[in-house]
């Protein structure tokens, strides 16, 4: 069974700090991982994902993540955040390659970022 | 222009009673998805479709039904709703694949008394 673990439920910063949000899987096929930002009050949109190739992927607004099959890991990563920042951060990885996948969700990481 | 509908976006209904969520994606995707949020559980899969009149059981589908009438529209039923089912509701849509992300709607907040 696949899982996929986000171990800090929350995580509060400053503006303009560096902001590091873990991921964690167990899954030992071909791997989708992906992150996904809710702000407040609305629906989850797509923020990146990586199946092959360079295990660093850019995403929209600075964001990015790096592919650790090693340490079963996809952490996201900002180098400066803004306080538009702040929202809910899921990780997810896909239970299959085929068709019929569905994704796998982590409980998600609360960014705060202070003025 | 939004891609992923939800209606309605607030609901408060009575416990015994008829609930119908709809959902209507503009994406052509081959797959849509129901989940529910609550707090302290993430987002949790309750049904979810590959296709036109296809319908799947996720992770808890229990006391809940769902219908695939078109490409577009994706139903979630509530037959006798229970307080239980208080929560927040999202539909998804996707193309076919384990790499296609998903594209969320807005939510419909549903409340059970």
């Known amino acids: 069974t696949q899982t996929v673990s986000q171990s800090d439920a929350h995580v509060t910063v400053f503006e303009g700090d560096s902001v590091e949000l873990r991921c964690n899987y167990s899954y030992g096929g071909s791997i989708y991982l992906s992150w996904y930002i809710q702000h407040h009050g609305r629906g989850l949109q797509f923020l990146l994902k990586?199946?092959?190739?360079n295990p660093v992927v850019q995403g929209v607004n600075g964001f990015k993540a790096e592919f650790s099959k090693s340490d079963s890991s996809f952490h996201l990563r900002k180098a400066s955040v803004h306080w538009s920042d702040s929202a809910v951060y899921f990780c997810a990885v896909s239970d299959n390659v085929g068709d019929n996948s569905k994704l796998i969700w982590g409980l998600g990481t609360s960014l705060v970022v202070n003025p | 222009e939004a891609a992923v509908t939800q209606s309605p976006r607030n609901k408060v209904a009575v416990t015994g009673g008829k609930v119908t969520l709809s959902c209507n994606q503009t994406n052509n995707h081959n797959n849509m998805y129901w989940y529910r949020q609550d707090t302290g559980h993430g987002l949790r899969l309750i049904h979810y479709s590959y296709g036109a009149g296809s319908t799947e059981k996720g992770d808890i589908p229990d006391g809940y039904k769902a219908s695939r009438p078109s490409q577009e529209n994706f139903s979630l039923i509530l037959e006798l709703a229970t307080p239980s089912q208080t929560s927040v509701y999202f539909c998804a849509s996707g193309d076919a694949g384990g790499y296609a992300e998903q594209f969320f709607g807005p939510g419909t907040r549903l409340t059970v008394l």
């Open positions: 990586y199946y092959s190739g």
